[in-house]
């Protein structure tokens, strides 16, 4: 598995895969050519239904300044990946380089022709059931593992992640008004976090999770920073979870950098296995990573143990199997910032599960994984971040 630095990425939203990877594409391809007379950029699949909504053209521009850019919404044609891109350089009428590039998740991109993910590999294990027993014959906790394998700088690394976090949460719960893209989306986050009702303590929580949630999901539509976690559009979850957990638990900053480390670890096995993309295996591969990630992390926050820890996690990824991406207009608003909220709760919920029924558990993390990916195969491409299908078909 590659470093956790990675998948915890500072960045700008809406979309890690629309947004982030396109641009991190357009730099690579710039810097080898950055006198080329004009350029052209080719958008397919996903990126060509969805992408004006998520502001690829725009992300994509961004980045060769003032040159002359075309940017075309191929939405007929066939490719090889959701997210492709082609990507050319002209001197005069004649191109002189062609370069295909995929968009495959979390702000990670990778050229046709190279090896998948170039980074290095950090880790030499590659399934939960390896991690498992060699942290239980070493005496290892997951976050433990984690320095062990990516080194003692990497808690400074999830320092940094984590203040970004917070950010998001501070600024994200100050802002009102509509949303930008045309849905007249009304920001709810500071709506939900000021809401004076009576109400029972787990309505008080889910309530203050939720505007966390809220809170970061639409700093992220407004393009506004935020952490991927394992995605932009799934960034709302796990710092919503960690949030409420830290101002209500008196859990100390140790044990949430541990948390980090722990959540870091399940989001690199989906993504080393399956796919944290939804354009690829729908909103399952983001907001249900997201979710397995934070009951993770929050599991590790009690100090249970590793098969509680896993069992958090394959509950929360478990019952979002089959959970389509179907962003209405293609932005990142509906339903996505509402999952979140949702997915945070459940999160919670996966954890006091796990409290209770771990030794009764017959599914194993490494299952639902698979589970998971050949799920988001089976299903449709037009519940697979199109926007030709589900609510943003329906949606009046």
């Known amino acids: 598995m590659k470093s956790l630095r990675q998948l915890y990425k500072i960045g700008v939203g809406p979309s890690s895969s629309h947004t982030m990877g396109p641009a991190k594409a357009a730099e690579g391809f710039f810097a080898d050519h950055p006198n080329a007379d004009k350029y052209k950029v080719v958008l397919f699949g996903s990126l060509a239904l969805t992408g004006q909504g998520h502001g690829t053209d725009r992300a994509i521009k961004g980045v060769f300044g003032n040159k002359d850019v075309e940017i075309i ?15 050319y350089a002209y ?26 993910c170039p980074e290095q590999e950090i880790y030499p294990h590659n399934s939960f ?64 976090v000021t809401a004076k009702h009576k109400e029972s303590p787990q309505t ?9 949630a809220f809170a970061v999901g639409e700093q992220n539509a407004s393009g506004g920073t935020i952490v991927t976690a394992p995605t932009c559009g799934a960034s709302g979850v796990l710092p919503a979870v960690f949030r409420f957990s830290v101002e209500h638990h008196n859990f100390t900053e140790d044990d949430l950098i541990h948390a980090l480390l722990t959540a870091g670890i399940v989001g690199n096995l989906v993504k080393t296995n399956a796919s944290i993309s939804g354009a690829e295996c729908g909103c399952q591969a983001e907001i249900g990573t997201a979710c397995s990630m934070a009951a993770a992390g929050l599991a590790e926050m009690h100090n249970m ?48 599960l796990a409290t209770f029924l771990t030794a009764s558990a017959k599914i194993s993390f490494d299952t639902v994984v698979t589970a998971m990916y050949e799920t988001g195969k089976d299903i449709l491409e037009s519940y697979r971040e199109t926007s030709i299908g589900g609510l943003a078909k329906l949606y009046k």
């Open 73 to 87: 919404f191929d939405k007929e044609s066939p490719c090889v990946h959701p997210n492709t891109m082609d990507f």
């Open 91 to 116: 001197v005069g009428d004649e191109i002189v380089e062609k370069r295909q590039v995929f968009s495959v998740g979390g702000g990670a991109i990778l050229v046709a022709g190279e090896s998948f």
């Open 129 to 192: 059931a390896e991690i498992k027993e060699y942290c239980q014959k070493n005496n290892l906790r997951l976050w433990q593992y984690a320095i062990q394998y990516e080194g003692e700088e990497i808690v400074d690394y999830m320092k940094t992640i984590w203040q970004a976090m917070n950010n998001s949460i501070e600024e994200g719960l100050c802002q009102e008004g509509v949303l930008p893209g045309g849905l007249n989306v009304v920001r709810r986050a500071k709506m939900l």
């Open 204 to 212: 008080h929580e889910d309530r203050i999770v939720s505007s966390y």
């Open 305 to 352: 143990s590793l098969q509680e820890i896993e069992y958090s996690a394959e509950v929360a990824l478990e019952h979002h199997l089959g959970l389509t991406c179907d962003p209405v207009c293609g932005l990142v608003q509906i339903p996505c910032i509402e999952r979140n909220a949702v997915a945070a709760m459940r999160a919670i919920n996966a954890v006091s």
